[in-house]
């Protein structure tokens, strides 16, 4: 099946940062320092792979970053921020590097820690995304994200529906939710194809009993049915997608306002009607079935080592390297 093409995005997008933008500050007295600009939140995209992270990339911030026949299971963690300025690339040594997006084929996470890449989208005025790694991908050793994780100040996590929240999951998550559990979002993708009530309220139910306090909040969506639900409010809300977005805005206001607790009272619905779309488009690679692999464990997380490179780049070296 194809892609969602770009276009198909662009309201979806724009519907999220439409809603309220964060408050802001009160000016500050004359004699008073300058306020310091509160930072823009970053939020990381993860979960196993095949979970519908690029997609739910594409769907905020209304675009495909990527050159065609380029997938984000093939990549680093590639972190998205607001502009139009040069595409980088982060070496092993921290060195950075120009990046024609269109040799992105030739990036490979054995010598690139984050590849950054701009994009005109609203979204990314409240924050920058960071595509991340599928967790258990066979293919890529956990130590990839390990070594961006610690840019995040919240993340969305995909969990497959039909197979949410494996024993995997749990212990990676069991890892970083001191830190980021109260500014994280759980989504359960691509519940379209749980095709009955019965079995839906099975799986949310024991979604949210095993992730209690885990997450900010927790929301079943349909991330093809919210692709069709671009003109059609209806189907919109139905796919999970409404609730969930002003979810992610209330909780980046709180982020940058740092005045805690809105999106803490968002609960995952008791029952959100979906139904199958008619066309599933597929964005990254089928996923093996793993359902009889209970007792895999990831490596442990290895979050508290020091980061090959502290921070983004600055001014002063995006100038030294000609990319400013």
Excluded: Y
């Excluded at 969990?159 to 939710?177: G, M, N, P």
């Excluded at 019965?198 to 306090?213: F, I």
């Excluded at 999970?240 to 206001?253: I, K, P, S, T, Y």
């Excluded at 990831?298 to 502290?310: F, H, Q």
């Amino acid at each position: 099946m194809t892609d969602p093409h770009p276009d198909d995005f662009a309201k979806i997008g724009a519907a999220l940062a439409a809603m309220e933008p964060p408050p802001q500050p009160s000016p500050e007295p004359r004699h008073d320092p300058a306020p310091v600009p509160a930072k823009k939140p970053c939020i990381a995209l993860m979960g196993e792979f095949s979970a519908g992270k690029s997609t739910l990339s594409n769907l905020l911030i209304g675009q495909n970053p990527l050159p065609v026949k380029v997938t984000a299971t093939q990549l680093p963690p590639v972190r998205i921020s607001h502009g139009s300025g040069q595409a980088w690339r982060e070496d092993r040594d921290g060195a950075i590097h120009p990046l024609d997006i269109e040799r992105m084929s030739d990036v490979s996470p054995a010598d690139t820690r984050l590849v950054q890449l701009f994009a005109e989208a609203d979204l990314l005025t409240l924050c920058d995304l960071i595509d991340m790694p599928g967790i258990s991908d066979p293919n890529m050793d956990s130590s990839v994200w390990e070594g961006v994780i610690g840019q995040a100040d919240g993340v969305i996590w995909c969990t497959h529906a039909t197979q949410a929240w494996r024993q995997s999951e749990a212990a990676v998550w069991d890892e970083l939710s001191d830190r980021l559990g109260k500014t994280s979002i759980l989504l359960l993708t691509r519940c379209d194809k749980l095709l009955t009530e019965e079995d839906r309220a099975r799986v949310l139910k024991r979604v949210r009993r095993e992730t209690e306090g885990l997450f900010a909040a927790s929301f079943p969506i349909s991330l093809t049915e919210a692709v069709e639900g671009r003109t059609d409010p209806a189907l919109w809300a139905a796919s999970g997608a409404e609730a969930f977005g002003q979810c992610l805005v209330r909780l980046l206001q709180d982020m940058q306002t740092g005045v805690p607790g809105a999106a803490g009272t968002a609960a995952m619905p008791a029952a959100v009607s979906l139904s199958p779309p008619e066309a599933a488009p597929e964005t990254e690679r089928p996923e093996p079935d793993l359902s009889a692999s209970e007792g895999v464990r990831p490596r442990r997380v290895t979050t508290g080592r020091a980061p090959a490179r502290a921070g983004r780049p600055t001014d002063n070296d995006m100038h030294r390297f000609g990319l400013l």
